[in-house]
């Protein structure tokens, strides 16, 4: 027999290469039937310095596989050199991934066997460099290519076997069967898939040939090796979800209880977000708040049909804490006319049908909280709310009264009429014929205008401002009102009764707008109207929360002439306000310079009480817009001036509060004299608030710290487990007044005081649904500031341990993920239009924001958020880098790392990552580290990020077998 083709009589010629010399040595060893440590000893002198010693193990496989059957003792030098790092992981594979003798189905079989001699194995040397690292990983996906290959050939004999009714080899099954279980095995190990997953993305045009391959294999899917070829296809297709389904949550994420508790009822989250938009959002922002709602259900992995039962159950319990309180009206407007809109923008943006029908009967099913509702509103909230629902399209009468059914009979079977939710349903539908009558000619439809403003006074104007609010038709409403407040200065030959008219629309329409704009917000004004008197006096002497206006500046306003005329009329004893050929707007600007005089007069001792009383009276005797322009300067003379010399200026306040018995002939001024003695007792609230806590606090200027102000609040959210009304508005004014990074860091200390899990799960949502009140701002202020010193100043604390920690992750990671999804959700919207006549925007909009309401953002013109965590992970390094030995600092930033890499949607947050930081973390904590985590740290679309995660992933793996060899 005649081996390697070399004769026994023949001798071996003179090696020109290395090659030839390792064959040489090859055929040497066989003769002499060499052992393994023999063939170790003689092989090493192959070896130079640092040369790629992977020609040996081509040498090896090419004179072991010459014949149609294997060499047992050739490869089993190649085992040993394998075993002893004379030869790589990658040059073994790669060398078994070249052979294509498919047609020897022995030698195929004892190569088979061989990869699973050494699977196991599968690892770098320590010396070896990061291209040796890419080069496994390539080496592997070279393999799985093989594999499928050895699989197609076996099923293809197979398969002709068949057709000719021949005895079906049994190598030929074995060899499917062999390829099946290291394919499995391969995409079973963790660290070996990482690999494979570098590679894919190294070397796509291999991950191409896999895949033809598997459409090869897939073609013998119907025949007896059907179970073995569904497994491996199944393995194939999983390659591209790699990710999705290796993230390694476990205790990572504070998704469960880790003592086992179950979840908790109520997503504390979703309530505060939607308390904030009932309260502090206008119908504009429904983009935002239906983005904030999505992103709570990606961070908290619900269902579409959980997500619909949490929003409704929330929103009724919103709406029984709002009831008999100032935002009551606001609160059910947003239930019965907001909510509705918002459910369909969650449902078009999640493309389901269903899923709403599905979350509202897991909501009936909570009869408590409906019945609750219902007693409090008397009148049942599912039928209004479902009726709101049907309205709009988004759910079938069937459907309805499907839903009524399941939720049982009610003791409320009819409607009241009195009911505040079904009178703002009324006023929804009122609305648009009250617009249409405002937008009539002032002059010819004067009396039909004055009429529909007069039925508005008093409740009915609050119920359409609730009605307007929360379907986007607020500004409509005050851009009509600014309308005809300006066509009411206007002045032409007019009667008694035509000028008593205009007097009383510029009255009633500038006390609608001041308690517009009062109740809410700057915000909801809207005008076009040039030269607008409403919109001057608001932002020249209007006082409001934290804003002080200069008294001189709005006395600065008045013509003294006019001022010098109306003064003598009034001290001559003309006690009679005419109304006849009046400019209303100068009356109310020059009235302010009158009751100057009158009250320096009066403080001097020269004029009397009585004089100073009568004066007042004819003020507020017929035009009510008159008190609440003399209140708004003497507000800003209080705010100004020492509180000794306030008492008269008081008086003057308390005294236009007190009601006045008016004449038979002035309709409707009892309602007016209401809404302006409601006007000038919240400016009042401005200068010296009450002391009775109220469930709206504007202006908090309490003498208590805001320390002690922030622990009530916390106190109350801690005790309910969910954010009620009163504690958004108060929390509002207080992350306000005391700035993002303080409020941040009480959050964290209240929240290191907790020590169950399940009180933790519940602060950390509600405080997530707080900070979405300012995210952008609050996510700057954490990670810029509270997170690293929390961190650095954190040794030695008891409270800085596990779940405490863990809690403060969750929260962390929730708010910049919130913060990067918001913006790139803010990206899709498309700019407004623009009119080309004008270059301005189609609907040009005066917002009176002033300097005093900028926001913090852009003061600071913001910070990227990639630069804000480039920050972050710097600091990381330092803290890591100074430690020896693992430390609940060290668990944070691993747990950090874990739950970013677990949640994010784009793992280039985490790609500023340095490789230090990364290898410091696994030479400290690498039995908690996971090849997945190490493959969403580094960057995979760069060369020396696929490098880098290689060898880190091969570090891991080293470390990992030290630990199982101790």
Known sequence: MVLFGVSSTEQPKVPVSRESRTKNIIIKAWRERWTDVQWGIHVRSLMENDADASFIADCLLQQALTGPGPNSLVLSYLLHSFYSQIISSAAVLKSISLYDGYHKPFCIGSLLDLIDNIKERLVVSDHEDTEECLQLAISIEAVIHWLLACMYSSLENLSDLAASEEPVEEEDSKIVTKSRKLIEFFFGDPYLRALLHIAIV?????????????????????????????????????LKNFREENVDKGSSVMTEPMDGLQMMPINGSIHAILMTAALLRSCKDLHTIVTDLLIVKQLKSLKESELYCEIAHSSMLGLVDAIGKEQELKFIGFTFLQLPVIFRGLRERLNGNDDLVDGLNLFVTNESVLDIVDAKLHCSALDLLLTSLHKIGLITEGQKLGLLAKKGTSNLTQKSNSSNAVLILKAESTLSSVLKTFDGDFVKNQEAILGVMCDMLGKNFELILAAASTTGALQQVTSRLIKLNQFSRQVKGEGTNASTSRAMIFDISFLMLCHTVQTYGAQSLESTEPDCFFEEWYQNCMVEENTAKNPDGIIARCDQSKVDVLLNQYLQGDTELKTSLVFWHEVCTNAVGVVQNLLLA???????????????????????????????????????????????????????????????????????????????SKMMKCIHPSTTKSSQNWCITESKPASELLEGCWKSMASRGLVDMETTLNLKNLMEMSGHAHFIQFIIQEMFQLQYTLNLMQWCDCSYGVLQMDLKNCTEALISHVLPSVIRFSMGSQYFVEPQLMALVTLSVDCILSYYLQGKSNAKIKPEPMDIDEGEPSAKRRKLFFSNTNSKSEINGGVPLDVLLKDLYDEFENIVCNKYESSPQVVFILRFLQQMCSKSPDLSLLHSTSNKLINRLMSLLHEEISSTLLLGLYNMSDKTGRKNCAQAICNLKSLQQGDDTT
């Open 202 to 238: 190294e070397d796509p045009e291999s991950y191409d040939k896999i895949k033809r391959m598997c459409a090869e294999v897939a073609k013998f899917a119907g025949g007896s090796n059907a179970e073995d070829i569904a497994k491996v296809l199944l393995h194939i297709d999983q």
């Open 602 to 680: 009066w403080e001097n001792g020269a004029v009397s009480f009585a004089d100073v009383k009568k004066i007042l009276d004819v003020f507020r005797s017929r035009i009510c817009a008159l008190p609440v322009c003399i209140s708004a300067w003497l507000c800003a003379y209080i705010q100004v001036m020492p509180e000794e010399q306030c008492g008269k200026a008081r008086y003057i306040l308390d005294h236009f509060k007190n009601p006045m018995v008016a004449e038979e002939s002035q309709e409707y001024f009892k309602e007016r004299c209401a809404m302006m003695s409601g006007i000038i």
